[in-house]
């Protein structure tokens, strides 16, 4: 399952869920049982990634190697405008900029390209000035409200942030530990947040803070492997 907060939107399987609050501690969850591009050509196949920002939706439908466009209504979602490219053949995670662009990472290349907001390719997101020359093996990325890039650079055990045109700003290292780091997610205080798979445990660092230190213990005993945060 896969999630982007705008009110709620998840993807579980083949279907969209549109989660609203309602209360402190109610929600009211829409399905969204069918989901077809505007031609109405096909449904989701392995969809593994969706992102949301104001009403515009983003779904990475992985196994038709594209990307949907849709806008959100209340509880309905409209349009589903096709987004493909060569250089995109299996999209997993997707996030909307400000400006409307979106980023998407491919899982065989591991590179994070660049649509502008029509869907059009604008090329390969590339670190501009970065204080090595290390190789980078980019495991997943992330975007905060201010347009900065978070990119999780297993190879070289760190997160990268960079601004919104790649320019290099920072960096944090990863905790030196056993495990494997597998995803990050930034909230809306600009807190980083980053997943050790084999732990089951988070760690974070506020936003300014250069240390990511656990967020409480492991949660091995109530999931094994976690893949997504």
């Given at each position: ?7 709620l ?22 399905p969204?049982?069918?989901v077809?591009d ?25 196994g038709n ?17 096709v987004?493909?490219a060569l250089?995109?053949?299996?999209p997993?995670?997707?996030?909307l900029?400000?400006t409307g662009?979106?980023?998407a ?16 390719l604008?090329?390969v997101?590339?670190?501009?000035g ?34 919104a ?33 084999v ?8 936003k300014?803070?250069r240390?990511l ?15 997504h945060?």
């Open positions: 399952m896969t999630f982007s907060c705008c009110r939107v998840l993807i579980a399987g083949m279907h969209v869920l549109i989660v609203t609050a309602v209360a402190a501690d109610k929600f009211a969850v829409v969204v049982w069918q077809y505007a031609e109405g050509t096909g449904p989701l196949v392995r969809p593994e990634g969706v992102a949301c920002r104001g009403n515009r939706v983003v779904i990475a439908d992985t190697a594209r990307l949907l466009l849709f806008s959100l209504d209340g509880d309905r979602l409209s349009g589903g405008r987004c493909s250089a995109m053949k299996s997993v995670r997707v996030h900029m400000s662009d979106i980023l990472q491919d899982s065989r290349t591991r590179q994070v390209l660049h649509f502008d907001a029509a869907g059009e604008q090329g997101l590339k670190p501009i970065l204080p090595d020359s290390r190789s980078l093996w980019i495991s997943s990325f992330a975007v905060d409200d201010a347009d900065r890039i978070f990119l999780l650079d297993v190879a070289g055990k760190r997160v990268l942030i960079l601004a045109d790649g320019a290099f700003q920072s960096s944090i290292p990863l905790p030196e530990t056993d495990g494997v780091f597998s995803d990050l997610t930034v909230d809306a205080k600009g807190t980083l947040y980053v997943l050790n798979s732990q089951a445990r988070v760690y974070a660092a506020e300014g803070v240390t230190s656990p967020l409480g213990g492991s949660l091995t005993a109530f999931m094994s492997f976690p893949t945060i």
